[in-house]
DNA sequence: ATGACATATGAATAGTTGTTCATATGAACA
DNA sequence: TGTTCATATGAACAACTATTCATATGTCAT
């Protein structure tokens, strides 16, 4: 007998803390739970398209509106768009021409405000 | 690289809606504030992190617990710590070889749900 | 019909990112 | 000391992404 190692951490066998990793295993959501999570914060992960659904948060508003508000091409701002439609965050109306867009889900707002806290609880 | 474009990105003249553009321009937050932003919800929008994070949720663990936990190596769980650790997300204490990862912010499960709340409503 | 105009979209491209591989660091132990 | 083990990290590469450019679609006016 060598004493007791059989909790001892060691990486390279197999699990350091078998336990643990075992009640976390359970604990954790679907696998395309958190796969869909990450695609949303994918979403929510690039500049130009949290600048637009910051507009949007203000008013509703065209496709020219925001490339003349944000100071981007027409065809950059579609293209954003079209992912945020499919991710189900903006809504858009037709009138003539002219296509307005808006907000299509309540969460956003605060899912950016909780983003702000965190940002601004950093020294 | 950026902005050769000397042409401003109105559709055309009349069509813009200069006063909606010009009010929504003055709500905007800082640009800065909204890179940031969208920084923070660049490091929740990949799955290896999520996971990483969801299973801080639920215990403190070392990198070995880890990579065993989500089966891949312990070099990009690593790489991915770094990331989330540089985002002030994670805190970790040292004990002996062992390296203990934990959460540093109390909004991510928020945030979390919240982005969960969004998915769930998607018929 | 034709032209003007707002928007959408496919292709190309430059920039970014996540993983792997190899290696370095740092701590415990013989 | 040297070895082992847990973790960190730089480089390389493949996969992905955001923008631009060119063009298509769709609507209104003439």
Redesign the interface.
């Known amino acids: 007998m060598l004493g007791r190692n059989t909790e001892v ?1 060691s ?1 390279s066998s ?4 078998e336990e ?2 075992a ?3 359970e ?3 679907l696998e395309e ?15 130009t ?3 637009i659904l ?2 949007l ?3 509703e ?5 925001i ?3 944000l ?4 065809s950059a701002i579609s293209h954003q768009l079209r992912i945020l439609k499919q991710a ?1 965050l903006v809504k858009f109306r037709r009138q003539g021409r ?1 296509v307005y867009y808006s907000l299509d ?1 309540e ?2 707002k ?3 405000d ?6 601004n ?2 020294t």
Chains 1, 2 share one sequence.
């Open positions: 951490p990486c197999n699990v350091v803390h643990v990793v009640r976390v295993r604990e954790m959501p739970t958190l796969y869909d999570l990450a695609e949303l914060f994918k979403v929510f992960g690039d500049t398209r949290v600048k910051y507009a948060f203000a008013a508003m065209c496709v020219c509106d490339a003349a508000l100071n981007m091409s027409q189900r002219v889900d969460h956003v605060q899912i950016f909780q983003g702000l806290t965190h940002i609880e950093l």
